[in-house]
Protein backbone atom coordinates (compact mmCIF):
# COMPACT_ATOMS: atom_id res chain seq x y z
CA UNK A 1 0.00 0.00 0.00
CA UNK A 2 2.67 2.39 0.88
CA UNK A 3 4.65 1.94 -2.18
CA UNK A 4 1.66 2.01 -4.30
CA UNK A 5 1.32 6.02 -2.51
CA UNK A 6 4.56 6.70 -3.65
CA UNK A 7 4.54 6.10 -6.96
CA UNK A 8 1.37 7.64 -7.29
CA UNK A 9 2.57 10.59 -5.44
CA UNK A 10 5.93 10.52 -7.49
CA UNK A 11 4.28 10.80 -10.74
CA UNK A 12 1.94 13.38 -9.85
CA UNK A 13 5.13 15.56 -8.73
CA UNK A 14 6.87 14.98 -11.82
CA UNK A 15 3.81 16.33 -14.19
CA UNK A 16 3.69 19.13 -11.69
CA UNK A 17 6.89 19.92 -12.18
CA UNK A 18 6.83 19.65 -15.38
CA UNK A 19 4.00 21.82 -16.05
CA UNK A 20 5.82 24.65 -13.76
CA UNK A 21 9.33 24.54 -15.70
CA UNK A 22 6.94 24.55 -18.87
CA UNK A 23 8.59 21.40 -20.32
CA UNK A 24 4.88 19.86 -20.55
CA UNK A 25 1.90 22.21 -21.33
CA UNK A 26 -0.94 22.22 -19.65
CA UNK A 27 -2.90 20.19 -22.31
CA UNK A 28 -6.64 18.13 -21.63
CA UNK A 29 -4.43 14.63 -21.32
CA UNK A 30 -2.18 16.36 -18.64
CA UNK A 31 -4.90 17.68 -16.63
CA UNK A 32 -6.80 14.03 -17.57
CA UNK A 33 -4.00 12.33 -15.87
CA UNK A 34 -3.45 14.58 -12.86
CA UNK A 35 -7.16 14.38 -11.84
CA UNK A 36 -6.74 10.48 -12.97
CA UNK A 37 -3.72 10.13 -10.18
CA UNK A 38 -6.09 12.58 -7.58
CA UNK A 39 -8.51 10.17 -7.51
CA UNK A 40 -6.46 7.51 -6.86
CA UNK A 41 -4.67 9.02 -3.93
CA UNK A 42 -7.98 9.84 -2.58
CA UNK A 43 -8.87 6.22 -2.55
CA UNK A 44 -5.99 4.93 -0.72
CA UNK A 45 -6.90 3.63 3.07
CA UNK A 46 -5.38 5.95 5.82
CA UNK A 47 -3.28 4.48 8.28
CA UNK A 48 -4.15 5.69 11.68
CA UNK A 49 -1.52 7.44 14.01
CA UNK A 50 -1.70 5.38 17.13
CA UNK A 51 -0.31 7.69 20.25
CA UNK A 52 -0.20 5.19 22.82
CA UNK A 53 -0.92 1.14 22.81
CA UNK A 54 -1.23 -1.18 25.87
CA UNK A 55 -0.69 -4.87 25.15
CA UNK A 56 -1.25 -7.39 27.77
CA UNK A 57 -0.49 -10.77 27.78
CA UNK A 58 -2.18 -13.92 29.52
CA UNK A 59 -1.15 -17.15 30.39
CA UNK A 60 -2.69 -18.81 27.57
CA UNK A 61 -0.46 -16.39 24.91
CA UNK A 62 -4.00 -14.23 24.10
CA UNK A 63 -3.18 -10.27 24.02
CA UNK A 64 -5.46 -8.22 24.41
CA UNK A 65 -4.06 -4.61 22.45
CA UNK A 66 -5.60 -1.47 23.55
CA UNK A 67 -4.67 1.66 21.60
CA UNK A 68 -5.42 5.17 21.21
CA UNK A 69 -5.49 7.11 17.87
CA UNK A 70 -4.19 10.56 17.08
CA UNK A 71 -7.78 11.62 16.05
CA UNK A 72 -9.60 10.14 18.60
CA UNK A 73 -12.87 11.37 19.90
CA UNK A 74 -14.44 11.20 23.10
CA UNK A 75 -16.66 8.11 22.43
CA UNK A 76 -14.67 6.32 20.37
CA UNK A 77 -11.15 6.95 22.73
CA UNK A 78 -9.86 3.36 23.36
CA UNK A 79 -9.51 0.41 20.68
CA UNK A 80 -9.54 -3.03 22.19
CA UNK A 81 -8.23 -5.63 19.61
CA UNK A 82 -7.61 -9.52 21.12
CA UNK A 83 -4.33 -11.28 19.19
CA UNK A 84 -3.63 -14.78 19.05
CA UNK A 85 -0.15 -15.25 19.56
CA UNK A 86 2.56 -12.74 17.80
CA UNK A 87 0.66 -13.30 14.54
CA UNK A 88 -0.58 -10.24 13.27
CA UNK A 89 -3.10 -11.68 11.05
CA UNK A 90 -4.77 -13.26 13.89
CA UNK A 91 -5.26 -9.01 15.24
CA UNK A 92 -8.96 -8.71 15.01
CA UNK A 93 -11.27 -5.20 16.33
CA UNK A 94 -12.81 -6.14 19.43
CA UNK A 95 -14.48 -3.09 20.66
CA UNK A 96 -14.58 0.81 21.24
CA UNK A 97 -14.57 2.89 24.47
CA UNK A 98 -15.12 6.16 25.91
CA UNK A 99 -12.37 8.25 27.29
CA UNK A 100 -14.21 8.07 31.20
CA UNK A 101 -13.34 3.72 31.00
CA UNK A 102 -9.60 5.03 31.78
CA UNK A 103 -10.97 7.06 34.78
CA UNK A 104 -9.33 5.65 37.73
CA UNK A 105 -12.06 3.89 39.37
CA UNK A 106 -9.54 3.00 42.86
CA UNK A 107 -9.54 6.55 43.99
CA UNK A 108 -11.26 10.17 43.88
CA UNK A 109 -9.47 11.20 40.96
CA UNK A 110 -12.36 12.00 38.80
CA UNK A 111 -11.29 14.99 37.04
CA UNK A 112 -8.34 13.83 34.93
CA UNK A 113 -8.40 10.53 33.65
CA UNK A 114 -5.64 7.98 34.55
CA UNK A 115 -4.92 6.33 30.94
CA UNK A 116 -3.55 3.20 30.09
CA UNK A 117 -2.35 2.63 33.09
CA UNK A 118 -5.91 2.48 34.69
CA UNK A 119 -6.88 0.39 31.94
CA UNK A 120 -4.28 -2.17 32.69
CA UNK A 121 -5.32 -2.24 36.37
CA UNK A 122 -8.78 -3.29 35.39
CA UNK A 123 -7.06 -6.23 32.60
CA UNK A 124 -5.08 -7.35 35.05
CA UNK A 125 -8.40 -8.33 37.42
CA UNK A 126 -10.19 -9.46 35.11
CA UNK A 127 -9.71 -13.04 35.32
CA UNK A 128 -6.98 -12.92 37.43
CA UNK A 129 -7.31 -16.27 38.67
CA UNK A 130 -8.10 -18.52 35.55
CA UNK A 131 -5.85 -16.96 33.38
CA UNK A 132 -3.24 -14.49 34.71
CA UNK A 133 -1.40 -11.64 32.99
CA UNK A 134 2.23 -12.54 32.42
CA UNK A 135 3.14 -9.22 30.78
CA UNK A 136 2.47 -6.21 30.59
CA UNK A 137 3.58 -3.56 28.15
CA UNK A 138 2.91 0.15 27.48
CA UNK A 139 4.33 2.27 24.77
CA UNK A 140 3.78 5.66 24.74
CA UNK A 141 4.66 6.87 21.42
CA UNK A 142 3.81 10.49 21.37
CA UNK A 143 3.90 11.43 24.79
CA UNK A 144 2.69 15.46 24.15
CA UNK A 145 0.00 13.64 21.94
CA UNK A 146 -1.41 11.30 24.62
CA UNK A 147 -1.38 13.99 27.55
CA UNK A 148 -2.85 16.72 25.38
CA UNK A 149 -5.80 13.60 25.00
CA UNK A 150 -6.24 13.23 28.27
CA UNK A 151 -6.06 16.17 29.54
CA UNK A 152 -8.60 18.51 27.17
CA UNK A 153 -11.96 18.75 27.90
CA UNK A 154 -14.47 16.57 26.45
CA UNK A 155 -16.05 19.39 23.87
CA UNK A 156 -12.64 19.70 22.19
CA UNK A 157 -12.86 15.74 21.22
CA UNK A 158 -16.18 16.00 19.72
CA UNK A 159 -18.93 15.68 22.30
CA UNK A 160 -21.53 17.91 21.91
CA UNK A 161 -22.34 20.69 24.78
CA UNK A 162 -26.40 21.58 25.06
CA UNK A 163 -27.71 23.85 27.12
CA UNK A 164 -30.93 23.27 28.68
CA UNK A 165 -34.23 25.08 27.27
CA UNK A 166 -36.35 26.19 29.68
CA UNK A 167 -39.97 23.87 28.88
CA UNK A 168 -43.04 25.88 28.47
CA UNK A 169 -46.28 23.58 29.46
CA UNK A 170 -49.24 24.17 26.80
CA UNK A 171 -51.89 24.10 29.10
CA UNK A 172 -53.05 27.63 30.17
CA UNK A 173 -54.58 27.98 33.15
CA UNK A 174 -57.31 30.45 34.35
CA UNK A 175 -57.91 32.02 37.55
Known sequence: MNRTFTQINQRTNRILGAIKSSRAPASR?????????????????????VVARLTVTRANNRKTIVEIYQDSTFNSFYHYFVQEGNRRST?????????????????????????????????AFYASQSNPVVKTTLRILQRKAYRRLLKVSPDQLGLTKTTRLPIYSPIVRSS
Open 91 to 123: KRHLRTAWRNEGISWMGFDHLHPAGLETIAKRL
Open 29 to 49: ETLAELAELDMKLEDQPVKRV
